[in-house]
């Protein structure tokens, strides 16, 4: 070790890269962006739950002065709604399994349209009839059978 280096220099990194911080940011923001739509019970509920060492439904339900079914139906409301929300968020970003799916859509229609716009040409059914009356490869391995059968 050189005399002048700091002895915390051969220390594993501990702090998060550049871009797992900036996921974790964005995770947290779009976290926070859905539990702000959520009713003052639900999101103190959710809190208590999942952000605090006050975890069971008793604890929770002595919290809020609430009884433990009324605790139980918040955080299904409550997750069920945030579910919704957090998904709603990413309905149009390119993330989205429906934006996915949507655009495989567009190519699988647009196959389908060039591919009738083809046949409805011809090319499709002219094609498939010579392949079927033996089109010019067919006719070339004819020919060599012929004259090897000939031999």
Request: include cysteine.
């Amino acid at each position: 070790m050189v005399e002048n280096e700091p002895k915390f220099a051969n220390l594993p990194d501990v702090l998060p890269g550049p871009e797992e911080a900036l996921e974790n940011h964005v995770m947290r923001e779009w976290l926070w962006h859905g539990l702000g739509r959520l009713s003052a019970d639900e999101q103190l509920t959710v809190m208590l739950r999942h952000f605090t060492r006050c975890t069971s439904y008793a604890a929770i339900a002595r919290v809020t002065a609430a009884p433990v079914g009324t605790v139980r139906s918040r955080l299904n409301r409550a997750r069920a709604r945030l579910a919704g929300v957090l998904m709603a968020t990413v309905a149009d970003t390119p993330m989205s399994h429906a934006s996915v799916e949507t655009a495989q859509r567009r190519q699988w229609d647009e196959f389908y349209r060039v591919r009738t716009l083809v046949r409805d040409q011809g090319l499709v059914g002219r094609r498939a009839e010579s392949d079927r009356a033996g089109g010019p490869g067919q006719d070339r391995g004819r020919a060599r059978q012929q004259r090897h059968h000939h031999r």
